[in-house]
Structure formats: C-alpha cells, structure tokens
C-alpha cells in the first residue's frame, strides 16, 4: 500500500478505500465522534474552496493524524455535496477536486500516473516516460478538439495514442471530474448528515441558490436563459460550471445563439469559464461556425441529432420539446407562450 501521504493527496485512489476500510470507522462515528473532528473540518473546507475557488485546495499536514483527517475528508466532502441536492453545485465542486488532482498529478512519474489511470478505468501502458492511452479513452476524455489534442497530430500505435505527462494528467483530470458526477448523482442523503452539519448545510444551499438565482436571471445578449430548451439551459450550466463542453456541444450551442441573433462577442464571454479556455482557439471556433471566417454559416443541430449526440437531457422535456423539431423553434415558442402570459 502507498504511504498515508500519497494517499492524503490522491483519496480517491482505490487504496485510499481500502485503507479507510480497515479503521472500522462507521459512517455515525465520521460524522459525530470528536476523534474524527478534523477530517469534518477538512471535509466543509474541500466542498466550500471546490465551489468558491475551483480546487478544494492545499491544508496544512504535519502529523499521520493530519494525513489521516485529509483522507476521511474526502468520504464527508462528498457525503455534504449528495445532501446540498444541487446540480451546478455537484458540478463545481467535482471540478475542484479534478483540478486539485490535476496540478499534483501532473509532477508525478509516469508509471504513477499508469496506475492511477488503470485505477480510475483508463486503458493504459507505459514506456519509460512515454504513456500510451487507448484511442477509445482518448476521445472520451480529451478536453478540447483543437490543434495539438486532435488525433491526427498524435501519434497512434496498435489503438493506443502517444501522450506526455502532462496531458495525460489532464485526461485524469476530465475522466475524475466525470467520475465523481456520475457516482454522487446516484446516492442519496443521509439523515445523519443533515444531522452533522445543519449550519454548513444551510449556508451550501443558499450559496447554490444565489449562484442559480444568478444564472437564471443573466441574459445572453438578448436572450432569456429562462426561455431556453432544456438541452441548451443544460450545456451553459456546464459553462458556467466551469467544466469543458463537447465539441458537438460547443457546436450546438454556438449555432443556436447564433441563429437567435448573439453576436460573437457576446458568445465568446460565455467560454471564458471553461478550465482550458484559450481565447484564440475559441475565437476561432465561433466565427467558423457562425461563418465570419468560413464559406458557410452553420445551422443548429435539430432535436433528432441533439438526441443522437447525447445531448438531450430526456429526464427534462417538457411540453414544448414535444411539440418542436428543434431547439430554435423552441425557443421562439416558449418566447410567445410567456408573452401571452
């Protein structure tokens, strides 16, 4: 097993489980017993630097109990973050502990960052200090489509394509953010949680309600985000949760405000959130498919190729989604629905 410091900085590691297993602490003792005091405290400053400040950050670690506290305070990190109830919250706070991971990970050796990549589910190998990742992974994982991450610029070999250090911390990174959102949207909240931090827990809640409050109410130009289809409100809440949008995605959306009369300034503050934003390459992005700089402006994908891509957020169609073809003329339906209103 891997010393309690490396497994303080990485405790989503499996071995950090397996570790935390053999203390026998119930989860009524993480919670409520003053051993375990610490690992609380850690564990509300993780969750409130994750949304505030997109890293859950570095604590002061000088004793085994201190890494042991940093390690417990991972499990009540997310333990909180269940019982918020709060999409966009979920969101922010997984990024920050992504990040977190990413700026140690990206000074770790290469056969580390194999195991962790095989811990974490990636299809990995190492030579020396070169990494190969399988394709299929790659794509998945790979933040952006532009220039140096397209696949035509790496080198492939037998499936697997050649990465550095770095920019395979960076597909840990994406692959961890993911991870942790779809884990934490499965579990549900305890009542000995509620318990624990009912002060904490208030103060999350109105913290993800102003920020919601916040979004809603922010127009892009001059359109209403309260009148936008669930599809396209889904992938600016993405945005402004800090996390990296799919290029179809990011085509999606580029298309639809464009189609609506967003001019390209206006489109291109939206992106500024994102983790890896590079003003240019955005920039770029915009204007082709807007056809500033192309032969062609692109139109929106309709709602059958919104589906296809993975897009569409079934769960939350409404009336209105089952009336229309796409997302524009959504848009404009929901538009006339509240005017007579």
Avoid at 104 to 117: I, K, M, P, W, Y
Avoid at 310 to 325: A, F, N, Q, S, T
Wanted: net charge positive.
């Amino acid at each position: 097993m891997r010393d309690l410091k490396t497994l303080a900085r990485y405790p989503f590691l499996s071995e950090a489980k397996e570790y935390v297993k053999t203390l026998n602490v119930s989860v009524d003792e993480l919670l409520l017993d003053l051993t375990y005091e610490k690992a609380r405290i850690f564990g509300v400053e993780r969750v409130e630097n994750a949304v505030q400040k997109k890293n859950v950050g570095e604590r002061r670690l000088l004793s085994e109990a201190d890494y042991l506290a940093e390690i417990l305070s991972y499990p009540v990190a997310r333990m909180i973050v269940v019982c918020v109830d709060d999409a966009y919250f979920l969101r922010k706070y997984a990024l920050g502990e992504s990040v977190h991971a990413y700026l140690n990970l990206r000074n770790e050796s290469a056969d580390f960052l194999a195991a962790v990549g095989g811990d974490i589910g990636l299809s990995v190998k190492v030579d020396g200090d070169r990494l190969y990742v399988h394709f299929i992974d790659y794509i998945r994982y790979a933040p952006t489509r532009y220039r140096d991450w397209k696949m035509v610029n790496r080198p492939l070999k037998n499936g697997y394509i050649v990465v550095s250090r770095r920019d395979f911390a960076r597909l840990l990174q994406e692959c961890l953010r993911r991870r942790i959102v779809e884990e934490l949207e499965e579990r549900s909240c305890s009542e000995t949680v509620q318990d624990a931090f009912p002060e904490e827990l208030g103060r999350f809640r109105n913290m993800a309600a102003m920020q919601r409050k916040r979004f809603e109410a922010q127009p892009v130009g001059r359109i209403s985000v309260t009148k936008l289809p669930p599809c396209m409100k889904d992938i600016l809440a993405s945005m402004q949760a800090g996390e990296n949008i799919p290029h179809m995605g990011r085509f999606a959306f580029v298309a639809f405000l464009n189609a609506l009369g967003v001019n390209s300034g206006e489109i291109l503050k939206l992106f500024s959130t994102a983790p890896d934003y590079d003003e240019e390459r955005t920039r770029y992005q915009v204007e082709h498919v807007t056809g500033r700089i192309s032969s062609t402006k692109y139109a929106p994908p309709g709602c059958e190729k919104m589906r296809t891509y993975g897009l569409c957020p079934r769960d939350k169609m409404d009336d209105i989604c089952k009336r229309v073809k796409n997302p524009v003329v959504y848009y404009r339906l929901k538009s006339k629905e509240m005017r007579k209103k």
